[in-house]
């Protein structure tokens, strides 16, 4: 029985101490603590949240990365087909104008070297005519020089017309 | 086999040098049971050791009681008495007209005695007793440890930065702070209004748990069954109560003096259901009082019965003493191990109740 008699003692000096030990540990004490802890929990909170976002954003990223690479490589490889097909027309353009050139060059050549020739025909048949005009003086005189042939070959002529 | 054997025994070695060394160590106790009185009072030693006490008793050396007198604060018809309770001599002589009484609700108590000194005054009024007993001298150590703790842990706090980890005492306190928030205060309250009885609930856990502790440290400063007894568990309660209805809102008065949803004929014009919930609120805190109470002392009592244990058998025959001091001895050890869960136990239990209660007074609106 007299452990559950309440003593005023102990209930005084009891309801004193916790009452003094309650007020001086919530303000010294319980205050700074919860309020580091609250703030440390909304920092990491808060950093959860933003890791969460970043990640989020990152993988946006990493996607549009993604179709980006693939748009450039597109574009890149049309790019380069068209350069290809630039490249090979100007090189078809180029061999189709030396062709021509080349093919008119030729005919140049030719007609020229027709018209050289022509002239050097020309000429020739000139020199050919004056040449063969001299010849024919020179065996003429030649033939003239030597008499009694001549006359021998004159006499020869006339007995054949005499004969005929 | 044979290695299978020895395995077993290397194994089961570390388990059989521990009991040894505690058999060995437990032997002694036989002696000092066998060096004391022969009529030894099992029960007179539990009750006094449980109960509170003038003085702070340390150790007997045979016949001599040495112990710490503390002070005497009587206020009796108007006129205050201060003096060192080793006037009272253990409690075998009267100073002044007082005495410790020894019989029935003044055990353990100073009363008005008659000229002869042993006799109760029957027309004694009422003596108001402030003295700093035992249990007032364990509750001022424990305060003072508590804010020496805590005030130095809330310093290392506001000085280090909110990313640091915790280090030392506050690594050690965290996580139990942080259990009563998360699984006392917001559990039982909820989130908007927990705040407000957070202190108190930090508080009386602290204060509980490490009473709890303190008691279990046979040796002095420890060894106060402050948490065992009526009058601290009752200003405890007192504390929850007070706080309950201090911060209880409209909706829990509109509960106890007209509960919703419950036929008129309850509450009027004979209101059984308002007396009902008015009985229930100070009951709650009652049974605070008495579970704490209960527990601490039941577990003392138990520890002390074990002790008590090798006395009495050592009375009777020395050598029973001897025998049964290892037995007792593994027993204690088991219990002391056991009442290190129960400390955290009783503590969780009245701070959990005292946010119950708290959460029951400031309901949401309609609730």
Not at chain 1, 10 to 37: D, E, N, R
Not at chain 2, 162 to 173: A, C, E, H, R, V
């Amino acid at each position: 029985m007299e452990l559950l008699m309440p003593g005023l003692g102990l209930v005084f000096w009891m309801a004193v101490s916790f009452g003094f030990v309650l007020l001086i540990l919530k303000k010294y004490a319980w205050k700074p603590i919860l309020q580091v802890l609250n703030q440390r929990e909304k920092q990491l909170a808060k950093s959860f949240s933003d890791a969460r976002r970043i990640e989020y954003e990152m993988s946006q990223l990493a996607t549009l990365k993604t179709t980006r690479v693939a748009e450039a490589d597109q574009a890149a490889a049309e790019i380069i087909a068209e350069a290809r097909a630039e490249a090979e027309r100007i090189v078809a353009g180029a061999r189709e104008k030396a062709k021509e050139e080349a093919s008119s060059i030729a005919s140049k050549t030719d007609e020229l070297l027709e018209k050289y020739k022509k002239e050097a025909m020309q000429e020739i048949k000139g020199q050919l005519s004056t040449l063969s005009l001299e010849i024919a003086e020179k065996v003429l005189r030649e033939e003239f020089s030597d008499r009694d042939r001549n006359l021998k070959y004159v006499s020869r002529l006339l007995d054949d017309v005499a004969i005929n | 086999m044979c290695n299978s054997l020895v395995s077993v025994y290397r194994s089961v070695l570390p388990s059989i040098r521990l009991i040894s060394v505690i058999v060995l160590l437990s032997l002694p106790v036989g002696v000092i049971a066998d060096s004391g009185d022969r009529d030894f009072d099992a029960r007179k030693v539990i009750v006094d050791h449980v109960l509170d006490s003038y003085e702070w008793h340390l150790f007997d050396i045979g016949q001599h009681e040495f112990s710490i007198p503390l002070p005497v604060i009587l206020i009796y018809e108007g006129k205050p008495y201060l003096f060192l309770s080793s006037r009272f001599h253990h409690g075998r002589q009267s100073y002044s007209g007082f005495a410790v009484g020894t019989e029935g609700r003044s055990r353990g108590r100073v009363i008005r005695v008659l000229d002869d000194g042993i006799t109760p005054d029957p027309d004694a009024s009422f003596i108001i007793d402030l003295s700093i007993t035992k249990n007032v001298v364990a509750v001022f150590f424990s305060s003072a440890l508590l804010c020496f703790l805590f005030v130095g842990i809330g310093k290392s706090y506001s000085r280090a930065d909110i990313y640091s980890t915790p280090k030392g005492l506050p690594l050690f306190f965290e996580p139990l702070i942080l259990f009563v928030r998360d699984q006392i205060a917001i559990l039982a309250i909820g989130h908007d209004k927990y705040k407000i009885f957070m202190p108190y609930l930090l508080t009386v856990f602290f204060f509980i748990f490490l009473n709890n502790l303190l008691g279990l440290v046979p040796i002095f400063p420890g060894g106060a069954n402050v948490t065992g007894n009526i009058s601290v568990t009752f200003v405890l309660a007192m504390f929850t109560f007070f706080t309950t209805h201090w911060y209880a809102n409209r909706t829990y008065w509109q509960h106890m003096f007209n509960t919703p949803g419950i036929p008129a004929f309850l509450k009027f014009p004979v209101p059984i259901l308002p007396v009902i919930e008015m009985a229930g609120a100070f009951i709650k805190p009652f049974v605070l009082m008495i579970r704490l109470f209960a527990n601490m002392t039941a577990g003392h009592m138990v520890i002390l019965s074990l002790t008590s244990l090798i006395f009495v058998l050592g009375s009777v025959s020395i050598l029973m003493g001897y025998a049964i001091s290892p037995i007792t001895v593994i027993f204690l050890i088991f219990l002391n191990f056991l009442k290190i869960l129960v400390s955290f136990l009783q503590a969780y239990i009245f701070t959990l109740f005292s946010a119950f209660f708290f959460g029951m007074a400031v309901p949401k609106a309609g609730h």
